[in-house]
Every structure is written in structure tokens, then in C-alpha cells.
């Protein structure tokens, strides 16, 4: 056979297996559209809300709500919180995963050096004598490298990259998260001291309706009946100081966990400031910078981008491969002779392989990196209604509450002026103790509603500054971790 003929036959033989292993994925495809943040309407709901620029909140947006204590509670849960360890450990799960995928793409060199001595037996000695001895010396150096001819390994390193930037992404919403729940548990601490101090003036209260109470009983203008249902309320006044007690303790609690600490933490801070509730104002930009500053978004679009080389690895499998593989070495029974020319030896193995038939496990390993893309895309999707969702609601609540809290503190002044008059009277001896029984309670709820409402703002201010991606931006990100490429539509 002439070097023509085989070369024409090896030319034919490679172009089929190329055919044949370019077929096998057809009618595989994804399904996953992104949406356009722009096609999500938000005008109407947001009409009359101001517009700023510097509407973004800073990276230490805590520092607003006006309680220094705060600011070192946040920076000791970022530093000791196990949630923290648990989203840096996952960066560097995909960390390291990224490095391995880039490693693969790399040719292999090995060497190896050795000796052994052994001794022959009986049966085994040629002679038939048993006392035959040998020495092997050997070394040896090998080199393996697979051609990334389609770029597969390319794309599974470029995958595993993605993946290591959206756990970055992921580490850094856990801190935002960490920040809120910090700020929002600080702010029940807040409140359950108000509560508590509500429920200490309203066992004042009903002591001070309890003694006038006597006095009018033992004057003959009350009756026994009356007596024994202040009694009642002051009973009742007791537990309620009880149960605010119950709830200060779960509230240091709750927020010494979050710091990482044994509950003994929560003792050692201080009463909290009443804090500052945020302006109630929305960047201009919004929402289209909304999906850089959102820590969220990021990650996942970072998620879509690492699912669409998975798919481009998984399609390189299905073409032909090459592999180069050799070694060298020498190996010798004298050790005067190890490198003598004798003793030397080496091969050179080039391989080519395609996939012809393997049952459907390339087309089904195929098929679940095209879901797994879907399934980004559609958590990308979720996430960026969520957050239109989040902010959209969050500033019409801080919007209404204001005009909520102005009411009920004209209820609360009004109530403590009744109950200031009935008592007035009640002492004297002209009211009515049922007058002074209902304006108590009036006042009471009043007092809890107004606090209440309080919190809520505080709240709710903490939560736009989650949901504006609490000073994130993807320019922080390392020099190595560029911004994610912008999806298809």
C-alpha cells in the first residue's frame, strides 16, 4: 500500500469519526430566557418617591442609624460569625475547585528513580542452583498532555471560574445578610427595652390606681368589687413586666448568636440609641444599575455564564480527541552500565479517540447541563423580580408608616392627657373608676402601638438597605474576578 493510498484512508477514516461524533447531539437545546430588567414596570408603583443619585446606600450603611455600638457589634459578627466561616469555606471550595479545572488543561511530567534487590529460587533460577542474586536500578521521566482541541477544558476551567466568582458574589451577600440581621436583632433589643420600660410605667400605673382605690374604699365611695379589679390589673401589670423581662433576655440572646458568641455576650451590651430611620428617597438609576449593586443578581447571573460552558465543555466530548503520551528512561542490572546505551529506552504514544457508540451517556450528560442552564436562568429571573419586588415594597411601607406614626403619637399625647384628667378626678373623688379602668388600657395600647410603629421603620429602613444591595458594587470585586458578561435576551 503506497504513504498516498494511506494517507487517503486515514483522512477518510478521521473525517468520519468526526461526522459521526458531531452528530450525536442534535435536537439537545436550552429553553432558559433571562429577562430584560427594563420590561419590569415599576413607574406607577414608585410615583412621587424621590429620585437621587446618592441614594445608594454606603458600604457601611449601618452608620446611618445613629449608634456607634452598632458599628463595632456588625464588624465583631463579620469577624467571628460561623455563618462567615461557612460562606468563606464555600469560596474556597470553589476556589480550589477552579484551580483543579485549570490544572487539568495543563501537560503532566513525572519522574521516578529506583533499586531493588532480590534473589532468586530454586524453580525460578535458570541454573537450578537457588542462589542467584539480582540488583535493578531504574529511572525514568514520563509526559503525558491531551490536546484541548474544541477548547473543552477551556470551558470547564472558565465554568469552574464562574462558579468560584458567584461563591465570592455569595460570600459577600452573606456579609450584607449578616449586616441586616445584625442591625434588625439590635433594633428588637431596642425595642424590647421599650417594651419592658411600657410595662414597668403601667404596673406604676395601676399601683398608683390600686392605692387610690384603698383610699376610696376605706372612705366608703368605692365598693369591695371595685377594689379587688384594680387588684386584678395590678396582677395583670406584674405579669405583663414579667413577660417583657422574658422577652429583653431572648432578645441579647438572639443577637449574642449572631455575633458567635455564648448567650453571657448578650449581657454585655449596652441599652441601644433609638435609632435614626433612613430618608425615604430611590437612586435615579434604578433599576437598571439595581443588577450590579445587587449581590444576588450578580451571583447569579455569574451562575448562567458558568452553566453555558458546562454546556460548551460537554459538547467538546462528542468530537475526536488527542492524547500524547512518552516516557524515557534506563534501567540495569550493573549499576556501571545504567546509562549505557543498552540500557536506555523510551516510547512515544500519540492517540486519537471519538465516541461512537456509548448507550446515550454523552447526550444525557448533555442534556442535564442544558436543564442545569434553565435552571439558572431561572433563578436569575426570580431573584431580579424579587428585588424589583423588595425595594418597590419596601418604600411604599416607609413611605405610608411615617404618616402612621404621626397619627398614633397625636393618639398617645391624647390618651396620656385623658388618663392625667380621670386620674385627677378618681383621686378626688368625683370620677368614675370604670372611666379610669378604660383611658389606663386606651393608654397602655396606644403607648405599645406608637413603639411598635417606631420599630417598624427602623426595620423596614434596614431593609431597603438590603434590598438597594447594601453598598455592593461589582467594581470591589478582585482584579481577577471581572463583572459577568452581559446575558442574552
Known sequence: MSSKTLRTGLSLVLSAMVLAGCANYSGLD??????????????????????????????????????PQLDGLIREALHDSPDMQIAAARAHQASAAAYA?????????????????SRLAKDQDPRGQGDAYATVRNVSAGFNYNFDLWGGQRDAWE??????????????????????????????????????????????????????SQRRLSSGIDSQY???????????????????????????IALAVLLGKGPDRGNEIARPKILQASAVALPSVLPAELLGRRPDLVAARWRVEAASKDIDASKTQFYPNLNLSAAAGAESLLGDAMFGSASRFFNIAPTLSVPIFDGGRLRANLDARDADYDLAVAQYNKNLVRALGDVSDTINQLRDIGRQIGAQQHATEIAQNSYNTVVERYGSGIGNYLDVLSIEQQLLQAQRQLASLNAEQIDLSIQLMQALGGGFQTENLASANPAPAKLNN
Do not use: C
Request: aromatic fraction near 4%; charge should be negative.
Open 30 to 67: 436550552t429553553e432558559g430566557q433571562s429577562l430584560d430588567a427594563k420590561t419590569l414596570k415599576a413607574g406607577q408603583s414608585l410615583t412621587g418617591v424621590t429620585l437621587s443619585p446618592a441614594a445608594w446606600p454606603k458600604s457601611d450603611w449601618w452608620k446611618s442609624l445613629g449608634d
Open 101 to 117: 479545572a485549570d490544572a487539568a488543561r495543563m501537560p503532566t511530567l513525572d519522574a521516578s528513580a529506583g533499586i531493588s534487590r
Open 159 to 212: 465554568a469552574a471560574l464562574g462558579e468560584a466568582r458567584a461563591a465570592e458574589v455569595d460570600r459577600q451577600a452573606a456579609q450584607l445578610t449578616l449586616a441586616a440581621d445584625v442591625a434588625r436583632a439590635y433594633s428588637d433589643l431596642g425595642q424590647a427595652h421599650i417594651v419592658y420600660d411600657l410595662a414597668a410605667e403601667d404596673l406604676k400605673r395601676t399601683r398608683q390606681m390600686l392605692d387610690l
Open 226 to 252: 371595685q377594689f379587688q379589679q384594680t387588684e386584678s390589673l395590678e396582677a395583670s401589670s406584674q405579669a405583663s413586666l414579667i413577660d417583657a423581662e422574658k422577652r429583653l433576655n431572648s432578645a441579647r
